[in-house]
């Protein structure tokens, strides 16, 4: 326990400091630039059929989160106990075939299954859903990955259950091709023009 909240001082004083929460907004590429509409993963849509209340926020964007240091720290300690309370697998070692969103089943998943378990708790922390935005990305291998968006007026960060880290999307090393629409859960909006990708990374 001493050793985990060590970890959540270190990363909230690291982060929260170059993110510069307390002093002016942060400018330029800690905002993602969207697109136009963009198709849907099939992963989403086949778990948007599953739980439809999960994809129909149709709320008004009002603005990104206002970022305090308690909120940051909040979101950094509930993106370490996801990550710590559930076992990678994928979804072929899971259920036996590819592109299955769901909560982490017995306490296992693949990236979006962590996902969509930070969404739910960040957004019983008082999060809007439009602010909580899953997010499809390139890895440096050129696999596909989920990542959940936080968006907050000092920057869009990243919740990664390949990085106990909270970081600003412009420090991580991937590619952004889309992430789900602010004022509608069940759309999605370009972030770059690339090709739809299976989502499956886990965690080594």
């Not at 259920?95 to 996902?115: A, I, L």
């Not at 952004?176 to 370009?190: D, M």
């Amino acid at each position: 326990m001493a050793a985990r909240r060590a970890l959540l001082v270190a990363i909230t004083g690291v982060l929260v400091s170059s993110a510069g929460v307390g002093t002016s907004p942060a400018v330029g590429s800690d905002f993602m630039v969207t697109g136009a509409l963009t198709s849907q993963p099939i992963g989403h849509y086949e778990f948007c059929k599953a739980n439809p209340r999960e994809c129909s926020d149709l709320s008004r964007d009002r603005g990104s989160v206002i970022l305090s240091d308690a909120l940051f720290e909040k979101i950094a300690s509930i993106n370490l106990a996801v990550n710590e309370a559930v076992k990678p697998l994928s979804d072929r070692e899971i259920y036996g075939k590819e592109e299955v969103w769901t909560y982490p089943v017995n306490g296992v998943g693949d990236c979006e299954d962590y996902v969509l378990e930070k969404r739910r708790r960040l957004q019983a922390e008082g999060i809007a859903l439009s602010n909580l935005l899953i997010t499809v990305v390139r890895k440096a291998d050129g696999e596909g990955h989920a990542v959940l968006t936080v968006r907050t007026d000092r920057g869009d960060f990243i919740l990664d259950n390949l990085s106990d880290e909270v970081k600003l999307w412009s420090d991580t090393n991937y590619r952004y091709l889309k992430r789900q629409a602010s004022n509608n859960s069940g759309r999605w909006v370009s972030l770059r023009d690339e090709s739809n990708l299976l989502v499956s990374a886990v965690r080594k």
